[in-house]
């Protein structure tokens, strides 16, 4: 069956550290990987896209890396900070249509000062 | 840029009333825009695929006639839960592709909270 799987439903790490969140998925050949943030009672917001061809992508402090070998992407924050506390949510694209995406379960992380 | 409104934000209304939403891109034309829904620490199920002028792409077991979805304007979806019913309450949010390209992120709209008594 289809699964896409976020490492952890909770991550609590200490500021200034790196946070890696992890998205795997099964039975799946998406043609791209979107990662979203969202805070409580909010809409996601969009934070970095990267298509199968591409191994990483950065974006200021956010480091996101996508295998389809491994069926597997990492989403990396380095000094993370309070602020950077949410739900971060991974979704698949471009596996039935170009448009339509799937998400993840996500997963809640937590910066402590 | 890129902004998505939805309205209203928060609706409480008895078992049986018909309750509207809408999703406005305030700053682009928006082809193609979706209808979430999600429940309390879950995460975001696709309800329907709303495209402009056309008629809306139902996800399975999602009910099109409970469900009602209307993209009359470049600018506008509009999700009318017919007949609400308690187990219909939830978090439904809207999103927009700016346009209509895939590969493309989506903008979402802040959500409506929908409680049925």
């Known amino acids: 069956s289809q699964k896409i799987e976020q490492n952890s439903e909770a991550l609590n790490i200490q500021e200034g550290k790196t946070a890696t969140l992890t998205c795997n998925y099964t039975?799946?050949?998406?043609?791209?990987l979107q990662w979203y943030r969202q805070d409580p009672g909010r809409g996601p917001v969009f934070l970095l896209l990267?298509?199968?061809?591409?191994k990483e992508k950065r974006k200021e402090r956010l480091k996101v890396t996508f295998d389809t070998t491994l069926k597997q992407s990492l989403f990396h924050i380095t000094a993370s900070q309070p602020a950077d506390s949410a739900t971060y949510l991974c979704?698949?694209?471009?596996?039935?249509?170009?448009?339509?995406?799937?998400f993840g379960s996500g997963t809640r992380l937590s910066i402590r000062p | 840029g890129a902004v998505v409104s939805q309205h209203p934000s928060w609706v409480i209304c008895k078992s049986g009333t018909s309750v509207k939403i809408e999703c406005r891109s305030l700053?682009?034309?928006?082809?193609?825009m979706f209808w979430y829904r999600q429940f309390p620490k879950q995460s975001l199920m696709l309800m329907a695929t709303?495209?402009?002028?056309?008629?809306?792409?139902?996800e399975q077991g999602v009910e099109k006639d409970k469900f009602l979805i209307n993209h009359a304007s470049l600018t506008l979806s509009t999700l009318t839960v017919t007949s609400a019913h308690p187990e219909d309450s939830s978090f439904y949010i809207c999103?927009?592709?700016?346009?209509?390209?895939?590969?493309?992120?989506?903008?979402f709209g802040d959500g409506t909270r929908l409680s049925i008594l």
């Open positions: 999103s927009a592709l700016e346009g209509g390209q895939g590969n493309q992120p989506q903008h």
């Open positions: 039975n799946y050949s998406p043609a791209y």
């Open positions: 990267i298509r199968e061809n591409e």
């Open positions: 979704a698949l694209g471009g596996y039935s249509s170009a448009s339509k995406i799937i």
């Open positions: 700053d682009f034309q928006a082809t193609t």
């Open positions: 709303s495209n402009e002028g056309s008629k809306a792409t139902y």
